[in-house]
C-alpha cells in the first residue's frame, strides 16, 4: 500500500536526536521532506526525482563516509538510516521497481546506493556492488538491454558471469558500455547519441559529479549491441586505455563470455596501437589464448588502413580485415571487423592472441557478403538508424551489430529495391542469400 508523505515520515521517525547538519539522518529527513511536499506523484513525479537526487548527491561525501563506516557491529546506524530513508522512497514513488532500486549490502560487508532509472551511485570506488543490483534488475533485462559504465573493466565479464548464471537468454543479448571518464562532454554525448539505456554509473565522487552535469537521464533508450565493449577516451588518456584494453583482454581470455572490445579514440590512434597497445599486450602470456572468434576492433580513419596491416602483420601470406566504408563523412569513426588468429613476429604478446585484420571494404555491399560467409565474425558498425539497414544486419548469419546515429549511409538502388530470383521470397535474408551466390572474398596481400 503506497504510504501518504505525512505517513511515510512518520514510519522512519526515530527518538528525536539532535543532528548535525551533515549527519545521514539529515538525508534521510531531506528526503522525507521532498516525498511529503509531492505526496500527489501523478505530475510531480520527474520533479521528485530530480529533487532526490539532488539530495544525495550534495550529500555524497557523507553517504560515502557512512557507507565505509566500519563499527564491528555489522551495518552502522549512518547505513541503517540512509537505508531507511530510501525505503521511503521506494513505497512512495510510482516508479517502477527496474528504475528505482537500492543496494544496502554485499556480502563481504561492502556497500553502495543504487538509485533511480538505472543509475548506480557506487561508494566508494568500486564495480562489485553492480553485481546485486543487475541480480535485482533480472525481470526487467527480459525487455530491456542493460548497460554498465565502469572505470574497471573487469565489471564487463563479471556482470556477463552473472547474468548467465542467472538467466543465460538475458546474458546472450545484453549490451555492455565500459567508460573510461575520459572527456565526460564526449561520454555523455556518445551515450545520448546512440540511444543506450538503463546505463549503471560506477565511478569516485569526482566521476560522478563531472557525470552529472552532462547527462540528460530522460533520454537514454536501449540499443547498444551484443557483447561489445566500447572505451571511449581522447588522445590524453590513450595512456589509461592501453592499460585498460590489456586489463579486458586477461578477463577475455579466463572467462566463458568471449566477445570483441571496441576502442573509440581521438586522432592519435595510430601511435596509440604503434607504441602502448604493443606494449601492454606484449606483457601478456602466449599460453592463454583467446577464442578464434574474439579478437579487439579498433575503429579506424579508412586512410589509415593500409598502414595498420603492414604494422601488424610481419608475413606477407596474412589476412587483415578491418572493415571500413568510404561512404562515411570526414571524421566519422568506421566499422571494424575481426576474426582468426595469426601469429606475428613484430608485436611478439599477439604470438597468442588474436589480431587485428585490415581490409578496405569498396562498399558495404561487399561487407555483407563476407559477413554472411562466416559463423566466425563479429561486426560493429556504426551506421544510421535506417531501418532499411537495421532489419538487413538482424538477419544476417552469427553476427552482432551495434547501430549509431550518424549520416545516412547512400544505398545502391538495387539494395532499395532487391530484385531476387522469384523462388525467393524477398526481403533482408533473401538479398544476403542472394549475395552469397554473387560475390567472392577478397583476400588481402
Known amino acids: 500500500m503506497k504510504l501518504s508523505g505525512i505517513q511515510a515520515v512518520d514510519r522512519v521517525t526515530l527518538k528525536r536526536r539532535e543532528y548535525s547538519e551533515s549527519s545521514p539522518a539529515k538525508i534521510r529527513t531531506s528526503i522525507s521532506s521532498i516525498l511529503n511536499r509531492h505526496a500527489s506523484l501523478d505530475e510531480g513525479s520527474s520533479e521528485l526525482i530530480r ?17 565505509t563506516e566500519d563499527t564491528g557491529k555489522g551495518i552502522s546506524a549512518s547505513r541503517r538510516e540512509i537505508a ?20 544496502n549490502k554485499d556480502q563481504d560487508g561492502t556497500s553502495s546506493i543504487t538509485f533511480i532509472r538505472g543509475i548506480c551511485l557506487v561508494f566508494p570506488d568500486r564495480w562489485c556492488p553492480v553485481l546485486s543490483l543487475v541480480e535485482r534488475l533480472v525481470p526487467a533485462l527480459h525487455t ?13 565479464t563479471a556482470v556477463k558471469i552473472l547474468l548467465d548464471q542467472v538467466d543465460p537468454l538475458i ?10 571518464f575520459a572527456t565526460p562532454t564526449k561520454t555523455m554525448t556518445l551515450l545520448e547519441r546512440e540511444g543506450i539505456s538503463d546505463v549503471l554509473f560506477s565511478g569516485s565522487n569526482e566521476d560522478l559529479s563531472r557525470l552529472r552535469h552532462h547527462c540528460n537521464y530522460s533520454s537514454f533508450r536501449a540499443e547498444s549491441g551484443e557483447g561489445f565493449s566500447i572505451i571511449v577516451t581522447e588522445d590524453s588518456k590513450l595512456d589509461e586505455c592501453a592499460t585498460s584494453i590489456s586489463d579486458i583482454f586477461l578477463d577475455f581470455s579466463r572467462s566463458p563470455f568471449r566477445r570483441p572490445a571496441t576502442v573509440i579514440a581521438e586522432t592519435s590512434a595510430e601511435e596509440y596501437l604503434e607504441n602502448r597497445l604493443a606494449e601492454e599486450i606484449s606483457k601478456h602470456s602466449a599460453g592463454d ?68 585484420k585490415i581490409r578496405t571494404m569498396a562498399s558495404i555491399q561487399e561487407g555483407f557478403d563476407l559477413v554472411a560467409q562466416s559463423g566466425n565474425l563479429m561486426f560493429a558498425s556504426m551506421w544510421s538508424s535506417d531501418p532499411y539497414l537495421e532489419d538487413l544486419a538482424g538477419h544476417a548469419l552469427q553476427v552482432s551489430c551495434m547501430y549509431f546515429n550518424v549520416a545516412p549511409l547512400a544505398l545502391p538502388n538495387e539494395w532499395k529495391n532487391p530484385i531476387v530470383n522469384e523462388n525467393v521470397v524477398q ?19
Open 84 to 103: 531507511s530513508a530510501l525505503e521511503i522512497l521506494k513505497d512512495n514513488t510510482e516508479v517502477k521497481p527496474e528504475e528505482l532500486t537500492y543496494y
Open 289 to 356: 589464448p583467446l577464442s578464434d572468434m574474439v579478437s579487439v576492433g579498433v575503429i579506424q580513419d579508412p586512410e589509415s588502413a593500409n598502414k595498420y596491416s603492414t604494422l601488424l602483420s610481419s608475413g606477407k601470406n596474412k589476412t587483415h580485415d578491418i572493415l571500413h566504408w568510404d561512404g562515411f563523412q570526414e571524421n566519422v569513426f568506421h566499422p571494424a571487423l575481426v576474426r582468426e588468429l595469426p601469429g606475428t613476429g613484430r608485436l611478439k604478446g599477439f604470438n597468442e592472441l588474436p589480431l587485428l
Open 144 to 156: 530491456r538491454k542493460l548497460s554498465v559504465v565502469s572505470p574497471d573493466s573487469r565489471a564487463f
Open 427 to 445: 526481403g533482408p535474408r533473401a538479398l544476403i542469400k542472394s549475395m552469397l551466390g554473387q560475390k567472392t572474398l577478397l583476400h588481402g596481400k
Open 171 to 180: 546474458a546472450s543479448r545484453g549490451g555492455l558500455v565500459v567508460s573510461m
Open 51 to 67: 529533487s532526490i537526487f539532488d539530495v544525495l548527491h550534495s550529500n555524497r561525501e557523507i553517504i560515502a563516509n557512512a557507507i
